[in-house]
């Protein structure tokens, strides 16, 4: 999808990618297929390259601060992608500027979890590694000590966190660029279901304007202060008691931007590309008052094709983008938008589309 929005800019991709089969790589023509993990992979890619950004945030930080080191312009930089990285880091960092967080500290094991617990008023807590999670993955509800063994399994640092009463998830996405223009999109509510993202809905309804505002300053802050240069995802809950409350963040375009292809003037992808190569950033400004994005997990069809005939000819509003990827059980394999002026029906037509395609409903 970045390279797509590259299309336009007139813009050379040169991807990494771990297999040919990446959906990515069915679409640029100039792959190097290597391990992101191996530096002299990165250097030999890096070579050749005006500038170096990301689709996910697994590149060891170690490597990206030596290919800076190398002359190689990477954007985000390792200063700033490291807390996308490590939530260890993000927690303290967050803390350290006054952003509100859920309560938290690093846990060194089970016993050390109940004395957690117990500082914060008892269990629930919630359990996560500080790096690699993603999906819910690397994240457990833990209501006692027996339940906290999973967590450390791994070997990895654990961030130990307050469960949060919240009402929603909420997300507020900017993009910021070297030279410090940067732009807010309106801020989304992210439905997810078994810690997948499963619906987004722009603008978040019903939340209130002082709300917005101030989680789309926090994200502008937080963009401002870790020198982040691209899009950035603020991940947030809404809480009961009505306060909001930085959840996680992602340095890249985010599934919970993903409204923005159709639903606003200019995309997340093509708003990353011009952050990172230093243009003028793209108006965010929605183009309907509402949009509505549903993820499409694989389910029943292992070929989607039939299934795309029936949602076009039924809602020639709708808007599908699939992912080229191998279809499994349970495995983001697209998205569909819709937008319009009926929350509701805009609403009911991206859901049923998302249902239709992984074969929950059959009409
Ligand atoms: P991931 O890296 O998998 O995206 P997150 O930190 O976003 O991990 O957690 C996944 C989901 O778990 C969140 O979307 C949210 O629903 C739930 N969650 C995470 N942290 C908390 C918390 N402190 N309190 C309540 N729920 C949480």
């Not at 930080?61 to 002359?71: K, N």
């Not at 359990?127 to 993603?134: E, I, N």
């Not at 654990?158 to 940067?182: D, K, T, W, Y």
């Amino acid at each position: 999808m970045t390279h797509e929005a590259g299309i336009p800019l007139g813009i050379s991709f040169r991807l990494l990618s771990d297999t040919p089969q990446d959906a990515a790589a069915r679409v640029v023509n100039d792959v190097v297929v290597g391990d992101y993990r191996d530096l002299a992979t990165l250097r030999a890619f890096a070579k050749g390259c005006d500038v170096i950004t990301f689709d996910h945030e697994h590149v060891p930080t170690e490597h990206l601060r030596a290919l800076e080191a190398d002359g190689i312009p990477v954007r985000p930089g390792p200063g700033a992608l490291v807390h996308a990285q490590d939530k260890g880091v993000m927690r303290a960092r967050l803390t350290s500027l006054g952003v509100a967080c859920p309560r938290h500290r690093i846990v060194t094991d089970p016993a050390d979890v109940v004395r957690f617990a117990d500082e914060i008023g008892g269990f629930p807590v919630v359990l996560k590694t500080v790096r690699g999670g993603y999906d819910g993955k690397g994240v457990w509800l833990v209501r006692s000590e027996e339940d906290a063994g999973d967590a450390f399994r791994a070997g990895v640092p654990v961030l130990g966190e307050e469960r949060v009463a919240f009402r929603r998830e909420l997300a507020a996405n900017v993009v910021r660029s070297p030279h410090g223009q940067a732009v807010a999109y309106p801020v989304v509510e992210s439905r997810q279901v078994d810690g997948v993202c499963d619906t987004v809905i722009a603008p978040a309804p019903g939340l209130a304007p002082e709300l917005s505002a101030q989680a789309q300053e926090t994200a502008l802050r937080i963009a401002g202060e870790l020198g982040v240069v691209g899009h950035l995802a603020v991940e947030l809950f809404e809480t009961e008691d009505g306060r909001v409350l930085v959840n996680e963040l992602a340095m890249r375009p985010h599934n919970s931007g993903h409204w923005t292809q159709d639903g606003a003037v200019t995309s997340q992808f093509a708003n990353h590309l011009r952050a990172v190569l230093d243009l003028p950033l793209g108006d965010p400004r929605p183009r309907a008052p509402w949009t509505v994005m549903a993820n499409v997990l694989g389910g029943a069809y292992p070929e989607m094709y039939p299934a795309y005939l029936h949602c076009m000819a039924r809602d020639p509003g709708l808007k599908i983008h699939m992912y080229g990827k191998d279809v499994r059980p349970g495995r983001k394999v697209g998205h569909v938008t819709t937008f319009g002026d009926d929350l509701d029906e805009v609403t009911d037509r991206a859901r049923h589309a998302a249902d239709y395609l992984r074969g929950l409903i059959d009409e």
